[in-house]
């Protein structure tokens, strides 16, 4: 077997998986075999949907989070490592001092990949060991920090598209009430309503027999439909929520203040301020794609990154 390191650095988390690789691929069916996986909300994309740069104290968060994947990498002795940078790196223009911080600690430069190139990531780690009896066409959607990507397809990715939508992106944008008021969370539906339709048209969700969510908005309003006491990623993992489980937990996300969603005992600290965002989006994907249920997967663009490394 190889041994891979696999990080994806999106615009809120930055994302490590060391996995064995199965010594011949073998399909969808096959199952890499997790070393560790760690996980930190360093927020490197604030504020960049409005300056257009990264800021030195969100780049130099995620320098001391890399530093610490550097040493898990060099104990468990991987054989190759990829790191990818996503949506947030995208948009800024002060990414070569980014990569230049990247290369410096880790060892290897990150990969700024297109939107396109990360859906179809996405779509091979989501789709790698899902259980009998669920139906393709999938639609995979990843809902991150400042993107979402939209891939339709069964071995294989048909359409795919990624558009600038996501939890920190909307948050910051149209969410600033704590609570938020009616006319701000109108302002974000009208937005991703308006993103959602144009991913639609490019890749047709309605054809899709399984929608497929990834990414910790989508792992999180899982983890508050079903009351888990602390997050247990066996309980989420392919758990299947309806339309009317995952709109409770919209509506009960944006009205809370942000110390009643910090009480919940499944919220990631860093995650508090823009669950209200990540469910909307989720929630309006399911509408206008009129899929009335979601399959959670917690294998996503990290596992994507890993096989790309067979």
């Known amino acids: 077997m190889a041994r891979v390191a696999a990080i994806d650095c999106g615009t809120n988390s930055i994302r490590l998986l060391i996995a ?10 096959a199952q890499l075999l997790d070393v560790t996986r760690h996980m930190e909300i360093v927020r490197l994309g604030e504020g960049v949907d409005r ?7 969100a780049i130099e968060r995620t ?3 890399l530093a610490g994947y550097a040493e898990a990498i060099a104990t468990h002795k991987a054989d190759r490592v990829r790191m990818v940078a996503t949506s947030a790196t995208r ?31 996405s779509f091979t780690g989501a789709v790698h060991g899902l259980p009998p009896g669920t139906h393709a066409p999938y639609l995979v959607v990843d809902i991150g920090g400042g993107s979402t990507e939209f891939v339709l397809g069964e071995t294989h990715v048909d359409a795919a598209i990624s558009v600038d939508m996501g939890c920190v992106r909307m948050t910051e944008r149209h969410l600033h ?40 908005s989508v792992t999180t309003v899982v983890a508050i439909a079903r009351g888990l006491t602390a997050y247990d990623p066996a309980r989420i993992h392919h758990a299947r929520l309806s339309y009317s489980e995952v709109a409770k937990v919209t509506d009960d996300m944006l009205a809370a203040t942000r110390a009643e969603r910090l009480a919940i005992p499944v919220m990631h600290p860093g ?21 009335s249920a979601v ?16």
């Open 51 to 57: 300056t257009g740069r990264l800021s030195p104290a």
């Open 63 to 65: 320098r001391v989070a």
């Open 177 to 216: 009430g704590d609570p938020p008021t009616l006319e701000e969370i109108d302002a974000a539906q009208a937005d991703i309503t308006a993103q959602v339709d144009r991913a639609l048209a490019a890749v047709p969700g309605r054809e899709a027999k399984t929608l497929v969510g990834l990414a910790g």
């Open 295 to 310: 399959v959670a997967s917690e294998h996503d663009i990290l596992d994507g990154i890993a096989w790309s490394l067979s």
């Open 20 to 29: 064995d690789l199965p010594a011949s691929y073998a399909g969808p069916g």
């Open 271 to 291: 995650r508090a301020d823009v669950i209200g965002a990540g469910a909307l989006v989720l929630r309006t994907i399911m509408e206008r794609a009129e899929l």
């Open 91 to 121: 948009d800024a223009e002060n990414a070569d001092e980014f990569r230049a911080m990247v290369t410096e600690t880790l060892g290897v430069p990150p990969e700024v990949v297109t939107g396109d190139e990360e859906a179809r990531l």
